[in-house]
């Protein structure tokens, strides 16, 4: 295990020991490191990350602190986005991180992101990572038709855990993900390494990691109440 997944581990082996105390919706990334290790190899502080409700292994692999989100889902002033984002909506400017409460809700943004780059001519890529559910939305489909039709520098990168809340992936979804994503003219890769790759040659990309939630769903204080 690297020591960036120990550090992403140990985080939220804490914040489910102090899950009694926290009042928003905690979604832990236990068991959904492995692609967040290979971001915080690849990635340059340039590039762009945008993520999910499930987001903490994705800020710490752009430079995240520990303090800054910890504070954030206490709710406290010190907190990355004053206390006010909570866990799922955390945001910063300077690492070029943004996460969403709503799934699919910033496919379009990282799209558009990867427009604005290529218009700056600038080096940097976007990535956008969104759980199987994600790719349920039909922001995710319109948002691969427009990478492909302007030729964008983003890596789409889904982390398959075969679950949407309770419901599987196979009682929602008729064939697998990659075999429709390759359909619209993406590249679809085997590895975030060659996914990025791709991306930085200024062509959109995909790659399907096959995770493993090792946790609940979500958590919270009131829910632990019930
Ligand atoms: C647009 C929208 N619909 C429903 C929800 C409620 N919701 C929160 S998490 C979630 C499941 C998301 O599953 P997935 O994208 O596969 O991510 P995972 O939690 O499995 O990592 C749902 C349906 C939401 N947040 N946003
Ligand atoms: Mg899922």
Redesign the pocket.
């Known amino acids: 295990m690297s020591e960036f997944t120990e550090r992403v581990r140990a985080f939220e082996h804490r914040l489910q020991a102090h899950m009694g105390e926290i009042f928003c919706p905690v979604?832990l990334s236990l068991g959904?490191e492995g692609i967040a290790d290979d971001l915080h190899r690849l990635l340059t502080p340039q590039d762009w990350l945008f993520s999910?409700?499930?987001n903490h292994h994705h800020y710490f692999a752009k430079g995240g602190t520990e303090e800054k989100l910890w504070d954030e889902i206490m709710g406290a002033p010190s907190g990355l986005n004053g206390g006010f984002a909570g866990s799922q909506s955390i945001s910063d400017d300077v690492l070029h991180f943004h996460a969403s409460?709503?799934?699919?809700?910033l496919v379009g943004t990282a799209t558009g992101t990867a427009l604005a780059l290529q218009l700056d001519s600038s080096n940097a890529i976007v990535v956008c990572c969104?759980?199987?559910?994600?790719t349920k939305?039909g922001v995710f489909w319109e948002s691969l038709n427009f990478a492909v039709l302007h030729c964008l520098p983003i890596a789409y990168i889904v982390?398959n855990?075969g679950?949407?809340?309770d419901a599987r992936l196979g009682e929602r979804q008729f064939a697998g993900i990659s075999g429709r994503v390759a359909a619209f003219g993406l590249s679809v890769r085997d590895t975030v390494d060659g996914a990025l790759e791709c991306a930085r040659m200024g062509l959109p990309a995909f790659h399907e990691a096959q995770v493993t939630?090792e946790c609940n769903?979500?958590d919270m204080a009131s829910m632990l109440k019930k």
């Open positions: 979604h959904h999910t409700h499930r409460a709503i799934v699919g809700g969104v759980g199987d559910a994600g939305q982390e855990n679950m949407s809340v939630l769903h979500i």
